[in-house]
């Protein structure tokens, strides 16, 4: 008998659950220990939560291979268990049911792995001590958001969870490029992208330097930090180079960006586009490089006005704005040739990035023989994107602003024209 042989006998299905499901006790076991120690007299620790998921696996077990009776009685005699243990820890004066709730869900974590579902176990286990170990965080936060914001995030998990699973996936418009669900799903996926932006905006502490500010601001709009930085370069003028390697770090977002709709819609256009945005990228952290090197980037970065926290209008206009530019797209392949459709890439670009990129992608997928034209495209639209927020800069910031940004911006612009001479 070989040492494989040997193992697969000693790890039988029986004992690797077993494992995963001490593992997954003492996960959770680990963290109630550590965050209730302090408690006089706390319902479980480690050596608890431990044998409560081999209680849940081991009954689990039983019940499917003998008598499903056992598993039930298991079940019905635990919760009664911690009902007992609760009411006495309320007479007791503590009014708190996270452990309790952790014990009983240590136990169906057992009896998932008992049903062989273990990586499903494992997800779970992960989900619940990221919330029991960011007890206070959480709370700091709740204390800190808004009845807007508490209303926002209800109206994004009713459009993510409710609305979006009922649209139909049904294709339509010329060559099938415009889908319902797809067009719930970039909706979500703006709304997304402007709260996270949004949050980070108001808990990311952006006070604390110029291209901290810059990187997230760059997260909810690099064309804004545009604007808001060569406006505030003219007020201070010692720190324009800052904020004009600011205006180039934001902008160096926009590749991860693009990186990300391309791989979500199209993998074999984000494959071939991996090593331009990716040059481009490191190009463009050139002139922060610089400031950092000057220690200039401790200075306190403006103040930039989240917005609104789940702006619907702006998404419901962005889902226009990508059908305008889907049909656009098309009727320059269809009636203006190839160049024509270059072209008409690289203005919609200026618009926005996203729409042209999403647009593009998808139709890529749809036509897999167009992926290098669909490159192309992309490339041209970020490059034209580049040329608008350098326009910006020149010609609405401060002369000291120039030298960052047509450096950061120049060395973007001329590894997209390699790039585009090498395709």
């Not at 006790?25 to 680990?30: A, F, K, Q, R, V």
Request: positive net charge.
């Amino acid at each position: 008998m070989g040492w494989f042989d040997s193992f697969s006998t000693v790890f039988t299905p029986f004992f690797i659950g077993l494992l995963v499901s001490a593992g997954v006790g003492l996960i959770i076991g680990l963290e109630r220990e550590f965050n209730t120690h302090d408690e006089p007299a706390h319902i479980g620790g480690i050596r608890t939560f431990t044998l409560v998921a081999l209680l849940g696996y081991c009954s689990a077990w039983i019940g499917k291979t003998s008598n499903m009776a056992v598993l039930v009685a298991v079940i019905a005699g635990f919760f009664l268990l911690v009902g007992v243990a609760y009411y006495i820890q309320v007479k007791a004066g503590k009014m708190g049911l996270t452990t309790e709730l952790a014990l009983m869900m240590t136990l169906m974590l057992g009896i998932f792995n008992a049903s062989g579902l273990m990586r499903e176990s494992v997800a779970i286990v992960v989900l619940m001590t990221l919330v029991l170990s960011l007890k206070e965080q959480l709370h700091n936060f709740i204390r800190q958001i808004t009845e807007e914001e508490l209303f926002a995030f209800i109206k994004f998990i009713v459009l993510a969870l409710l609305v979006l699973p009922m649209l139909p996936d049904q294709s339509f418009g010329p060559q099938n490029l415009l889908n319902l669900r797809d067009m719930g799903w970039i909706v979500v996926l703006v709304l997304s992208l402007s709260f996270s932006g949004y949050l980070l905006l108001k808990f990311g502490s952006p006070h604390k330097g110029i291209l901290l500010t810059a990187i997230i601001g760059g997260l909810f709009s690099s064309t804004m930090i545009a604007w808001v930085f060569s406006a505030k370069s003219r007020e201070r003028k010692d720190l324009a180079p800052a904020y004009g390697s600011g205006i180039v770090l934001a902008s160096s977002i926009m590749f991860i960006r693009v990186m990300i709709l391309c791989l979500i819609f199209a993998t074999p256009v984000a494959m071939s586009l991996f090593f331009p945005l990716l040059l481009m990228l490191l190009v463009s952290l050139a002139p922060a490089w610089q400031v950092l090197k000057k220690n200039k980037s401790a200075a306190e970065g403006p103040k930039l006005s989240p917005g609104n926290p789940l702006d619907i209008k702006n998404a419901v206009f962005f889902v226009l704005l990508y059908i305008a530019v889907t049909l656009f797209m098309y009727a320059s392949r269809q009636w203006l040739g190839t160049a024509m459709t270059y072209v008409s890439g690289a203005v919609a670009g200026i618009a926005d990035i996203d729409s042209i990129t999403i647009a593009t992608a998808k139709w890529a997928s749809i036509t897999p023989d167009s992926n290098r034209q669909a490159k192309v495209i992309i490339l041209l639209a970020v490059m034209s994107n580049s040329i608008f927020k350098l326009l910006v800069s020149l010609f609405t910031g401060a002369a000291e602003l120039r030298k960052p940004v047509l450096l950061g911006f120049g060395l973007v612009l001329l590894v997209g024209a390699g790039m585009l001479a090498f395709m």
